[in-house]
Protein backbone atom coordinates (compact mmCIF):
# COMPACT_ATOMS: atom_id res chain seq x y z
CA UNK A 1 0.00 0.00 0.00
CA UNK A 2 1.15 3.39 -0.55
CA UNK A 3 1.55 6.30 1.49
CA UNK A 4 -1.50 8.24 0.39
CA UNK A 5 -3.51 5.16 0.82
CA UNK A 6 -2.38 4.93 4.82
CA UNK A 7 -3.03 8.96 4.56
CA UNK A 8 -6.49 8.53 3.53
CA UNK A 9 -7.06 5.31 5.46
CA UNK A 10 -5.86 7.54 9.20
CA UNK A 11 -7.87 10.03 7.72
CA UNK A 12 -11.29 8.21 7.42
CA UNK A 13 -10.60 6.47 10.71
CA UNK A 14 -10.03 10.22 12.67
CA UNK A 15 -13.18 11.40 11.06
CA UNK A 16 -14.71 8.74 12.00
CA UNK A 17 -13.87 8.56 15.78
CA UNK A 18 -14.77 12.44 15.53
CA UNK A 19 -18.08 11.89 14.02
CA UNK A 20 -18.94 8.76 16.39
CA UNK A 21 -17.67 11.20 19.78
CA UNK A 22 -20.03 13.70 18.14
CA UNK A 23 -23.24 11.57 17.77
CA UNK A 24 -22.72 10.42 21.33
CA UNK A 25 -21.98 14.03 22.49
CA UNK A 26 -25.22 15.05 21.51
CA UNK A 27 -27.02 11.66 22.83
CA UNK A 28 -25.45 12.12 26.51
CA UNK A 29 -25.40 15.96 27.02
CA UNK A 30 -28.03 17.06 29.19
CA UNK A 31 -29.64 20.73 27.12
CA UNK A 32 -29.98 21.93 24.20
CA UNK A 33 -27.41 24.49 24.73
CA UNK A 34 -24.35 21.76 24.92
CA UNK A 35 -25.75 19.11 22.17
CA UNK A 36 -24.75 22.38 20.38
CA UNK A 37 -20.93 21.08 20.73
CA UNK A 38 -21.63 18.05 19.65
CA UNK A 39 -22.52 18.81 15.29
CA UNK A 40 -20.85 21.82 15.74
CA UNK A 41 -16.91 20.59 16.88
CA UNK A 42 -16.84 17.58 16.47
CA UNK A 43 -19.19 16.50 13.46
CA UNK A 44 -17.60 19.56 11.67
CA UNK A 45 -13.95 18.39 12.58
CA UNK A 46 -14.46 14.55 11.61
CA UNK A 47 -16.41 16.09 8.02
CA UNK A 48 -13.31 17.55 7.31
CA UNK A 49 -11.22 14.27 8.02
CA UNK A 50 -13.47 12.44 5.91
CA UNK A 51 -13.40 15.01 3.04
CA UNK A 52 -9.72 14.97 3.57
CA UNK A 53 -9.62 11.60 3.00
CA UNK A 54 -12.02 11.85 -0.46
CA UNK A 55 -9.70 14.60 -1.59
CA UNK A 56 -6.57 12.18 -0.91
CA UNK A 57 -7.79 10.19 -2.77
CA UNK A 58 -9.17 11.51 -6.00
CA UNK A 59 -6.57 13.70 -6.22
CA UNK A 60 -3.99 11.50 -6.13
CA UNK A 61 -5.70 8.23 -7.14
CA UNK A 62 -7.13 9.03 -9.91
CA UNK A 63 -4.40 11.96 -11.00
CA UNK A 64 -7.53 14.91 -11.23
CA UNK A 65 -7.43 17.79 -8.96
CA UNK A 66 -11.05 17.41 -6.55
CA UNK A 67 -12.34 21.34 -6.29
CA UNK A 68 -15.69 19.32 -5.20
CA UNK A 69 -14.36 18.05 -2.27
CA UNK A 70 -12.42 21.06 -1.68
CA UNK A 71 -15.51 23.03 -1.92
CA UNK A 72 -17.74 21.04 0.24
CA UNK A 73 -15.19 21.20 3.30
CA UNK A 74 -15.43 25.05 2.81
CA UNK A 75 -18.90 25.23 2.58
CA UNK A 76 -19.05 22.76 5.75
CA UNK A 77 -17.00 24.60 7.73
CA UNK A 78 -18.23 27.79 6.93
CA UNK A 79 -21.83 26.84 7.44
CA UNK A 80 -22.18 24.30 10.46
CA UNK A 81 -20.91 27.12 13.29
CA UNK A 82 -23.15 29.84 11.73
CA UNK A 83 -26.14 27.69 11.74
CA UNK A 84 -25.13 26.42 15.21
CA UNK A 85 -25.20 30.19 16.64
CA UNK A 86 -28.38 31.07 14.90
CA UNK A 87 -30.33 27.91 16.10
CA UNK A 88 -28.81 28.84 19.89
CA UNK A 89 -29.74 32.36 19.41
CA UNK A 90 -33.41 31.21 17.76
CA UNK A 91 -33.21 29.02 21.67
CA UNK A 92 -32.30 31.71 23.71
CA UNK A 93 -34.78 34.26 22.29
CA UNK A 94 -37.19 31.52 22.63
CA UNK A 95 -36.60 30.79 26.18
CA UNK A 96 -35.75 27.24 26.01
CA UNK A 97 -34.76 26.48 29.64
CA UNK A 98 -30.86 25.22 30.44
CA UNK A 99 -29.46 22.36 32.64
CA UNK A 100 -28.78 24.00 36.07
CA UNK A 101 -25.15 23.06 35.20
CA UNK A 102 -24.56 25.22 31.77
CA UNK A 103 -23.33 27.95 32.09
CA UNK A 104 -24.65 31.16 29.73
CA UNK A 105 -23.11 34.30 29.47
Do not use: C, N, Q
Not at 17 to 45: E, N, Q
Not at 48 to 73: M, N
Amino acid sequence: ASLIEWLTAAALVIGTAFILTSSVGLLRLPDFYTRMHGPTKAATLGMGFVLLAAVLHFSFGYDKISIREVLATAFIFLTSPVSAHMLTKAARAKGVAAHPGTKIE
